[in-house]
């Protein structure tokens, strides 16, 4: 079982940075599982945003791929999304999610048991 709280989301500019943060708890340790971002529009579908691996591999969707970034922190138990450039599209509400390493498809929210409450990022044009 693990707890996942988000924060850092906020309203910014176009052009403008964030970095969110996805502080971990419970009886098993964040390194055991993949740790991934999602997120979801007003009207849309929960999407993918990135993921990095128990073994600190890390992939995106190319939609954010070379302006955000995926980390992690074992030792705080904090995986963080730092997100430069950001568009107007990037608006959402983000989730950090967890689950078992080498389970399913790491890109499906599907496959992740555990999610966090979410944290609202809206970027204004």
């Known amino acids: 079982q693990v707890r996942l709280v988000e924060s850092g989301g906020g309203l910014v500019q176009a052009g403008d940075s964030l970095r969110l943060s996805c502080a971990a708890s419970?009886?098993?340790?964040?390194?055991?599982?993949?740790m991934g971002w999602f997120r979801q529009a007003p009207g849309k579908d929960r999407e993918f945003v990135a993921v990095t691996r128990r073994s600190e591999l890390t992939d995106y969707a190319d939609s954010v791929k070379g302006r955000f970034t995926i980390s992690r922190d074992n030792a705080k138990s904090t995986v963080y999304l730092q997100m430069n450039s950001l568009k107007p599209e990037d608006t959402a509400v983000y989730y950090c999610?967890?689950?078992?390493?080498?389970?399913?498809?790491?890109?499906?929210?599907?496959?992740?048991?555990?999610w966090g409450q979410g944290t609202q990022v809206t970027v204004s044009s």
């Open positions: 419970g009886r098993t340790s964040s390194s055991s599982y993949d």
């Open positions: 999610a967890a689950k078992t390493a080498l389970l399913g498809n790491y890109r499906s929210a599907t496959f992740y048991g555990f």
